[in-house]
C-alpha cells in the first residue's frame, strides 16, 4: 500500500499531476479538470488539519464502515462516491493556475510530525489515526488522478 507520508509516493503523485490540464478528460463523474483539483486540494487541507467542516450526520452512522471499505486493500476507491458538500466545486477555472498549490500541500505530508493527527476526527468517517490518514489521502488522490487517466 502506498503511504501518503513517504516522499518517494509525493513525487510519483506530483509527475501525476502535472499531466493534468485544462483539455484533460473524466473517465467518469462530472468534475472538470479544474474542479478535480480544486476539490483535492481542499480535500489535502482537511486533511493536513488546516480546514475543519462540520460532521456529517450520515458520516456519524456510517462513517467507520465506510473508511474501512475505502482503505481495507490495495484497490481502487469506488467510482462517483459521495463527497462532503463543502468539497463539492461547482465553479470553472484554469487547473494550472490551482495545480503548483495541491503540489505544496501534498509536500507537507512527509514534514508532518509523528504525534500531529493525535484526536484528527474527519467529518465524514470520524477519528481516524495517522496510518488510516496514510492510506485513506493516499487512495483519494489516485482515485481522482485516475478518474483522468493518468
Given at each position: 500500500m502506498q503511504d501518503i507520508f513517504s516522499t518517494q509516493t509525493i513525487a510519483n503523485l506530483e509527475a501525476r499531476i502535472n499531466q493534468i490540464d485544462n483539455d484533460s478528460t473524466a473517465a467518469w463523474?462530472?468534475?472538470?479538470?479544474?474542479?478535480?483539483?480544486?476539490?483535492?486540494?481542499?480535500?489535502?487541507?482537511?486533511?493536513?488539519?488546516?480546514?475543519?467542516?462540520?460532521?456529517?450526520?450520515?458520516?456519524?452512522?456510517f462513517g467507520k464502515i465506510a473508511l474501512k471499505a475505502n482503505i481495507?486493500?490495495?484497490?481502487?476507491?469506488?467510482?462517483?462516491?459521495?463527497?462532503?458538500?463543502?468539497?463539492?466545486?461547482?465553479?470553472?477555472g484554469d487547473v494550472n493556475s490551482i495545480k503548483q498549490r495541491w503540489i505544496e500541500l501534498l509536500r507537507e505530508y512527509p514534514k508532518m510530525k509523528e504525534g500531529a493527527y493525535a484526536g484528527f476526527v474527519h467529518p465524514f468517517f470520524?477519528?481516524?489515526s495517522r496510518e488510516q490518514i496514510a492510506r485513506f489521502a493516499y487512495k483519494?488522490?489516485?482515485?481522482?488522478?485516475?478518474?483522468?487517466?493518468?
Amino acid at each position: 500500500m502506498q503511504d501518503i507520508f513517504s516522499t518517494q509516493t509525493i513525487a510519483n503523485l506530483e509527475a501525476r499531476i502535472n499531466q493534468i490540464d485544462n483539455d484533460s478528460t473524466a473517465a467518469w463523474g462530472k468534475m472538470t479538470p479544474y474542479q478535480m483539483v480544486k476539490h483535492c486540494l481542499l480535500n489535502e487541507e482537511l486533511m493536513l488539519r488546516k480546514t475543519l467542516y462540520k460532521r456529517r450526520f450520515l458520516g456519524r452512522l456510517f462513517g467507520k464502515i465506510a473508511l474501512k471499505a475505502n482503505i481495507k486493500d490495495d484497490g481502487p476507491m469506488g467510482k462517483n462516491s459521495p463527497t462532503h458538500p463543502d468539497l463539492v466545486i461547482t465553479e470553472q477555472g484554469d487547473v494550472n493556475s490551482i495545480k503548483q498549490r495541491w503540489i505544496e500541500l501534498l509536500r507537507e505530508y512527509p514534514k508532518m510530525k509523528e504525534g500531529a493527527y493525535a484526536g484528527f476526527v474527519h467529518p465524514f468517517f470520524g477519528k481516524m489515526s495517522r496510518e488510516q490518514i496514510a492510506r485513506f489521502a493516499y487512495k483519494h488522490v489516485d482515485h481522482h488522478l485516475t478518474q483522468f487517466g493518468v
